[in-house]
Nanobody
Framework: VQLQASGGGLVQAGGSLRLSCAAS????????MGWFRQAPGKEREFVAA????????YYADSVKGRFTISRDNTKNTVYLQMNSLKPEDTAVYYC???????????????WGQGTQVTVSS
């Protein structure tokens, strides 16, 4: 599985962005998809995950109520809608894929290249 993340950019606090992650491969629908982020000088952290059929989602407490993860298996794409953005959301955002349901970064087998999100105050 190859992943290509896009949609990052510069936005003011309170604004919104939607990230996309396009996946190659015919078995996309059988993978859990996750979003992670890494700010400068910090470890990579979990943001959100969605199960293969889209029936289950899970969010980090820091983004719950502001971010929404979704997927379109017909387009092999997972999305992260980010609303009410805060300066502390500034980071490189990565999408990842794995066959098991997990929120642990080290368990994900496939990673995209990352897209920068910068939120100005």
């Amino acid at each position: 599985v190859q992943l290509q993340a896009s949609g990052g950019g510069l936005v003011q606090a309170g604004g919104s962005l939607r990230l996309s992650c396009a996946a190659s491969g015919r078995t996309f629908s059988s993978y859990t998809m996750g979003w992670f982020r890494q700010a400068p000088g910090k470890e990579r952290e979990f943001v959100a995950a969605i199960k293969w059929g889209g029936s289950s989602t899970y969010y980090a407490d820091s983004v719950k109520g502001r971010f929404t993860i979704s997927r379109d298996n017909t387009k092999n794409t997972v999305y992260l809608q980010m609303n009410s953005l805060k300066p502390e959301d500034t980071a490189v955002y990565y999408c990842a894929a794995d066959r098991q349901w997990t929120i642990l970064s080290y368990e994900y087998d496939y990673w995209g290249q990352g897209t920068q999100v910068t939120v100005s105050s």
